[in-house]
């Protein structure tokens, strides 16, 4: 040992937990119109205690809520944990249990017991706030107190945390995957809740191979779920080599089945290998499917299946095209975009259905990484994009969409973003006309403190 102490990047900077719940009514500069009325939740990864692993991977952090409730101009926060099995068993140790990742890490009292952390996204539907994490059921929270109601049972296993929600028909179309005894298997299921909040179908099916489905693509009749070849292994973890890697030669699957159909009934598209986390948003046209998706050559953040590092790599915006009526199974592919970005979202109301708009955070320095130092807004009917540039290091998180009350026109809104400024390691929330990002915010609700980098947010009108 030579004294040099490793901080893992996930405990440090503005990946650090906040350990404190707190409520703050905030200083609004600038004005925040009277018709934005409602919460902004997000949710992120934020371990309560040190965790046991040394290799500490960000995403298996326990959830915490982050609640930004605007009425009349202003702006009140409250934060708090999602109270899984997990942190309250954790909580009454004073200590962690759970060795993420990796199970051999656990403390023997929490061998094969529940390890949902409910971290990833945070869900507004049916009058019902739902923090979601893939692993588990969807957790019930209070939208108003943020306490934790628990599991959503009717879900039955393990929940994507990227449900979609149909604008029209009002149901929340899902899928879960590693279904079975292990998270390392290709089981998923593909489930549908009504617009009254009740679970009416759960249906499983074998995807070609085990891998991590982050995300998936529904449109107005179809379903699409991309199996792409960052792979689960226990056969590979068993022998001391990641759980997941990006595993390329496998190449990429995405299986189309119509969302009143049968899992028997799925057809398999492919493409050259590939990852995507996050699409922006999918429709289709007579016989052709479209999606539009945040492509990443490489899987980031994980290794390879030799359990060397993976490669740094970031994502631009491509369109995927399925071709129903075609012979072809291949998946025709465009680029979008010119610029790296993550995090993209559209106009809720545009959701399954063709847009115009589409919002995410982006690099403009191709750093070839994750850099969220800029808000883009595209415009697909004039070709045009939008930069709203951050500068002094300030990163911002996934930009999320509030429409206008009475509204209908698609894009017709603001947008809100939580920006962490890094001078003073505080937060801010922004919010844009959403039309006009480039023009800078609106109005900006200053934190006392910061609020760490996290996954995903959703707009809630709570009438
Ligand atoms: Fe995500």
Redesign the pocket.
Known sequence: MDGDVRINPYLAGNFAPVRSEDDFDLTVKGEIPAELRGALFRIGPNPQFEPRDPNHHWFVGDGMVHGFYVQDGKVAYRNRYVRTPKWQVEHEAGRSLFGGFNPMLNDPSVMGKDSGVAN??IVWHAGRLLALEEGHMPTAMDPRTLSTEGYVDAYRARTT??PKIDPVSGEMVWFGYGVGETMLSAGMSYGVTDRNGQVVRRDDFEAPFASMV??FMVTENHVLFPILPLTGSLKRAMTGLPAFAWEPEKGSYVGVMRRDGDVSQIRWFNTEACYV??PLNSWEEGDKLFCDVMRYPVAPLFPKADGSPGDRAAARLVRWTFDLSGASDAIKEEPLDDLDGEFPRVDPRAETRKHRHGWYAADPTSSGTIKQCAIAHLDLASGQRQLYELANGDLTSEPVFAPRPGGTEEGDGWLTAVVWRAAENRSDLLVFEARDVAKGPIATAELPRRVPFG??GNWAALD
């Open positions: 990833t996204n945390a990227h982050h995300d986390f996050h996954f995903h």
